[in-house]
């Protein structure tokens, strides 16, 4: 009996250090390619990232494969943190539902970029059409692969649940928008302002399906709703789609005075 304890200990000890050499590598991969460094955490982050949807549906977690770093566009410095958020749901065996009209879900596993832009934007939530709005349950073999959502399923447990409502409208502003787009904000005027003065431009740029952008004071926050990117490559390409969106959002704040939009040149 002994020597079985002593060899679970052992096998442990192996397995959790296999999962952190894994977890530095791919790090490394992501920093690479993405032209970031490798961060230790999220502590540099503002708190705004804690009021956000993101943050409603994930109910916080757990980050990995974190890298940062400040790149320049038009004259302004971008710092840009990107990383995997493992959620709290995820933890639990449960996922959560955005209440808003039409409802969408996300992954367990989601890669994120957050953008700090200068000044301070409305909060607005972008989503584009995708499989997060499909609402479907994770599948027979995730769950039979994890303890929590098998047992959950045993019991009879319920694993979905509405997320909290961050401080936005639950219906779509009636603003001009790309194919496949949506919004959600408290600021029509505003939001529509940004839009007409480039921000729609960049919308049709950042034709990714299931791409969620959020605004809110000096955050830009960029994920895929439905599921986490694979591969370093992937990885960076969401950070450069992330950027280019931060880009559009700090060239249209810009042109928008109190008077309105600016004509352009």
Request: charge should be negative; charged fraction near 25%; hydrophobic fraction near 45%.
């Amino acid at each position: 009996m002994d020597w079985y304890f002593f060899a679970g200990i052992a096998a442990g000890a192996v397995a959790l250090l296999a999962r952190a050499t894994t977890r530095r590598s791919g790090q490394a991969a992501a920093a690479t390619a993405s032209g970031l460094h490798a961060a230790p955490d999220l502590t540099h982050l503002p708190q705004a990232l804690q009021r956000t949807a993101l943050w409603s549906l994930a109910d916080g977690g757990f980050e990995s494969r974190v890298v940062h770093g400040t790149v320049s566009r038009a004259r302004t410095d971008i710092a840009v943190t990107a990383f995997d958020l493992e959620t709290l749901r995820e933890r639990r065996g449960e996922w959560a539902w955005l209440p808003v009209e039409p409802p969408f879900r996300i992954a367990g596993l989601v890669s994120v970029v957050v953008c700090e832009v200068p000044g301070r934007q409305p909060h607005a939530l972008f989503k584009r059409a995708g499989h997060g709005d499909a609402m479907l349950d994770d599948n027979r073999v995730d769950r039979a692969a994890h303890i929590a959502k098998n047992v959950r399923d045993r019991l009879g447990v319920p694993r979905s649940y509405e997320a909290e409502m961050p401080a936005l409208p639950s219906t779509p502003l009636d603003v001009p928008l790309p194919e496949g787009w949506r919004v959600y904000g408290r600021a029509p005027e505003s939001i529509g302002q940004l839009l007409a003065a480039g921000l729609g431009k960049t919308l049709e740029r950042a034709s990714r399906r299931d791409l969620v952008i959020e605004l809110l004071d000096e955050l830009v926050v960029v994920y895929p709703a439905a599921r986490d990117v694979s591969g370093a490559d992937a990885f960076a390409d969401l950070t450069t789609t992330a950027i280019d969106v931060a880009e559009g959002v700090v060239a249209s704040s810009a042109r928008v005075t109190p008077r309105g939009v600016e004509p352009t040149a």
